[in-house]
């Protein structure tokens, strides 16, 4: 690798990682927004929740997932078949992504408090 690519790789590094902190910030500040709201505009926006369930308080808490698989790199092993041959075998890398979205309301359907957990949200 000749130095004027190594540094521009250098200088690339440090602003991808700032900008993970700012997406999560982004998201949370936009979240938080909902507060407030009524959850009648969320659903028109995000779709249906996956689950509803009753607060003991009144009002409700819904549930929004998302799923999806992170492909990854592959490895790639060789063998010897039964019959001599080289044989090879292929394994993708990756793993599951997902986010659930956590709204509160209270009777009137207005968002009392948003919250989220997963490793896909932003």
């Keep these: 690798m000749n130095p004027s690519t190594l540094l521009a790789s250098l200088l690339m590094v440090p602003s991808l990682a700032c900008l993970a902190p700012k997406l999560k910030?982004?998201?949370?500040?936009?979240?938080?927004?909902?507060?407030?709201?009524?959850?009648?505009?969320?659903?028109?926006?995000?779709?249906?929740?996956?689950?509803?369930?009753?607060?003991?308080?009144?009002?409700?808490?819904?549930?929004?997932?998302?799923?999806?698989?992170?492909?990854?790199?592959?490895?790639?092993?060789?063998?010897?078949?039964?019959d001599g041959t080289l044989g090879e075998a292929s394994m993708a890398m990756g793993g599951p992504l997902y986010c659930r979205l956590i709204l509160e309301t209270d009777a009137t359907g207005t968002i009392l408090a948003t919250r989220y957990e997963g490793n896909n949200c932003w």
Excluded: C, M
């Design 25 to 82: 910030a982004d998201f949370e500040a936009g979240l938080k927004r909902w507060v407030g709201r009524p959850v009648a505009e969320f659903i028109q926006i995000k779709g249906n929740p996956a689950e509803i369930s009753p607060r003991p308080q009144g009002g409700k808490v819904y549930g929004f997932i998302t799923h999806s698989f992170q492909p990854g790199p592959r490895d790639t092993a060789k063998f010897a078949n039964a």
